[in-house]
C-alpha cells in the first residue's frame, strides 16, 4: 500500500499561510502555519512592515516588491495595524531607556538634575 500525502493551503493572513498536511490512506491529518504568532500577530507580516520602515519605504512599495515575487501582500488595514503597533513598542522602549538613564543621572549626580526634558510615568 502507497502512502500519499497532501499538502493545501488552508487558508491566508497577509503573508503567512495556513496549510493542511492530510493523509489520503488513513486519518491523520495536521494543521500548520508558515509563520509563528507572538501575542497574536504573525512574525513575519511584522517583519515586512518593520523592514520597509528601516528602508524608508511603506505599503505601496511592500504591496509592488511583494506582487513581484508573485506573492500576496497584506491588506493596507493590517498594514496599518502593524505600523501602529511598531509605533507604540517604539514609544514604550524609548519612554523606559529615558526613564532609565534620568535614573541614573539622580544616582550618580545626587543632586536635582534638571536637562528640560519632562517624563511621563
Known sequence: MEKELSLT???RFG?????LLKCRNCSFSKRFASSI??????DINI???YGLQLIGKG????RKFISMLDMS???KATYRRLELAI???ASKAAQKSMGDA????RKTKRDVVNYGVSMKN
Do not use: P
Not at 15 to 19: D, K, L, P, R, V
Open 9 to 11: 493551503e488552508d487558508s
Open 87 to 89: 509605533l507604540q513598542a
Open 15 to 19: 503573508m503567512c499561510s495556513n496549510f
Open 59 to 62: 505599503y505601496r512599495a511592500g
Open 73 to 75: 501582500f497584506l491588506s
Open 102 to 105: 534620568a535614573e541614573q543621572l
Open 47 to 49: 517583519f515586512v512592515v
Open 37 to 42: 504568532k507572538v501575542d497574536n500577530r504573525i
